[in-house]
DNA sequence: CTGAAAGCGCTAACAC
DNA sequence: GTGTTAGCGCTTTCAG
């Protein structure tokens, strides 16, 4: 293992000397710099991490914690997870990747262990139990989705009410009245998910600005399940013209079954789907849809932790605005029966 | 920051001493370690992983290389590294996340530096450029996939060519004659990964065994490429009664078209999938398939990179073994028209 | 613009 | 069963 100490030696200068020419911290002659440079290129010398983080005690890693659930939205967070990966690089950081299963614990190890500079959290919930760890003095922290109270947190989220919204003032503009919800999977609203609660506020709100009567049904994902919920819907309500579909393994059976009962969309019934970009275009239809910005809020939350490990930190709420991209899935409300 | 030192002080003992009640490296009396566990609860003590890794030139950290691609079986990536991340947690170990992108840059990088003691690399190509660097000395390291020439690796992954052959066995078996196989993108087979090819290889010998016509069609995901690519099998092949496919987001799209082209399932055609166990189960017809056992293969690569960082090393190329489940999807050939 | 040297917090001989 | 101590390789004052 190649040391500092030998690239000086090689170099002809003193070790300081080479700690400056890597970390600009000096101004090093350009003659003296080329040495060293050379002489690191020509022993193929690392700096050790380890002692790099023991001195300066910066650990150039950070943590990413995502949720140990694999039944939701893993595309996205799959998307989130390689954004973060990405750009973390480009700003000299490495992620280190936790498993929400430790809890709180993993964020006592990481940020006591010094083991990573800061940390960006997925899946946060409305009650998040690592929240009060973070809130404090603890290491910079960002969060990828809303706690209830973000006092003293640093959260970055697509701005899930005003998707909500956006949703069905879309459908409203096309005259349907009766709008029916997929939504995630109960579990998911029985964790307090904030994403999932705050849509629904939006899809609400909106519909009593809208004049517009709402259903909302979570849903599992798959055939089987969507087929009974589907069936639950139009029964209770046979007028429905439109359906919000908030869960992506939902999207495709939903189409199906419309198909299958001889509902043609969008000229029967419309589809309006939050999802990512992907989902939407390859499915059997083309949707309508609002795309959560996965990698945006990656490298967002990156930035910003980036910038609070910098001192140029800022507490800051960054809820990202929706854009709803209209596609083959949605059309005019069918005339009255 | 609480230092080893300081617990030390508090207990009464000497640094050494909770070095090796945390270690276990040495014994240490029932009293003495209750004092400074103890101690170490009270303080709220955390070693410090610099500290540690410098001077145990460990660190306690296995780095994980995946694929930046999103386009390609993204849940069976997410559930390995999650299963990852998990097992090597209890195994006293971290993971770090490395994204393709930097190639064997990154392996360069993480293992001069020592901020990983081995690393796990998904998604490997036949002939992977990252390969040299495992090869000779360097850290251990464990793949995820098999490459062409496996001398002095470690490799763990299904068993493709056995899959392959799998799937026309029990499509051979139930008397079909004419399989087409729906492949994973162009570029998959481009790139040369190996699965795709191992899989291709094992239908096609079975294929000739079991006097099976084979035709082969790599396909791109979504329902708009699925049409076109159907429409070609079936008039080159009009006599075709069963279907293996080996990409997710082509499942449901053929499912589909079958449905509306008529074509009952698995009356008049059989269909065995490829896949993770989820979209099997959650298809709008449950599939005949063979699972990827994503979760097995991270654990498995975990516990053999742990085993050869103990020095308990062994370079070994580890195939599961295929498991064909039936489900609804696959029934007997349709008497000959 | 460059050197010298004091740690950073921990591990692992080496002593007893 | 426990204590002492010499580093691990780097960063960063302090000097010049």
Sequence with gaps: MVTLAEVAQHAGVSASTVSYVLSGKRSISATTRRRVEESIRRLGYHPNAGARALASSRSNVIALMIPLRTDMYVPVMM????????????????????????????????VGSGLADGMILMDVELEDERLPLLRGDGRPSVLIGLPADTTGLTCVDLDFRATGALCVEHLAALGHRDVAVIGEAPAVYERHTGFAERTLDGLRSQARDSGVRLLHRPCEGGYATMAVTLARILDERPGTTAFVVQNESAVEPLLALLRQ??????????????????????????????????????????????????????????????????????GPAPARA
């Design 79 to 110: 998307e989130i997870a390689i954004a973060v990966a990405t750009t973390a690089r480009t700003h000299g950081y490495d992620v280190l990747l936790l498993t929400g299963e430790e809890g709180p614990d993993a964020v006592r190890r990481v």
């Design 261 to 330: 009962q001889g509902r043609a969309v969008p000229e029967d019934v419309s589809v309006v789907a939050i999802c990512p970009e992907q989902v939407a275009v390859q499915a059997s239809v083309r949707l309508t849809s609002v795309v959560i910005p996965a990698q945006e809020m990656g490298r967002y939350a990156v930035e910003h932790l980036v910038a609070k490990l910098d001192g140029r930190g800022d507490e800051e709420v960054v809820l990202i605005a929706p854009e709803l991209t209209v596609r083959a899935s949605s």
